[in-house]
Nanobody
Framework: QVQLVESGGGSVQAGGSLRLACAAS????????MGWFRQAPGKEREGVAA????????YYADSVNGRFTISQDNAKNALYLQINNLKPEDTAIYYC????????????????????WGRGTQVTVSS
């Protein structure tokens, strides 16, 4: 079992920045991938970024590339998402997820490839 706890969400104005964090605990040794997903009201959950934990390779959804940066701190079992130039359409609940699969689909990211999820952190962007 893996436990994931997100933090760092909040309410910001358009153009601002946030850094989301995810603390992982439990059986993390078998984690190959970690990712960030988001879900806006009335919309499906979508993957925005993922990282292959073994070598740090990163993948981004086209809609966020250039504004979002995913990173990890293996010593702390932590995952981060830096979000710059926030837009009102970024408003959503952001979820951290981990996968014990060696290979996943990255374009687009699939929720079914990730077996462990946090409860999410709310990001609200006002114009």
């Amino acid at each position: 079992q893996v436990q994931l706890v997100e933090s760092g969400g909040g309410s910001v104005q358009a153009g601002g920045s946030l850094r989301l964090a995810c603390a992982a605990s439990g059986y993390t040794a078998s984690t190959y991938w970690m990712g960030w997903f988001r879900q806006a009201p009335g919309k499906e959950r979508e993957g925005v970024a993922a990282i292959y934990t073994r070598d740090g390779s990163t993948y981004y959804a086209d809609s966020v590339n250039g504004r979002f940066t995913i990173s990890q701190d293996n010593a702390k079992n932590a995952l981060y998402l830096q979000i710059n130039n926030l837009k009102p359409e970024d408003t959503a609940i952001y979820y951290c997820a981990s996968s014990h699969r060696f290979s996943i689909r990255t374009q687009p990211l699939k929720t079914s490839d990730f077996g462990y999820w946090g409860r999410g952190t709310q990001v609200t962007v006002s114009s």
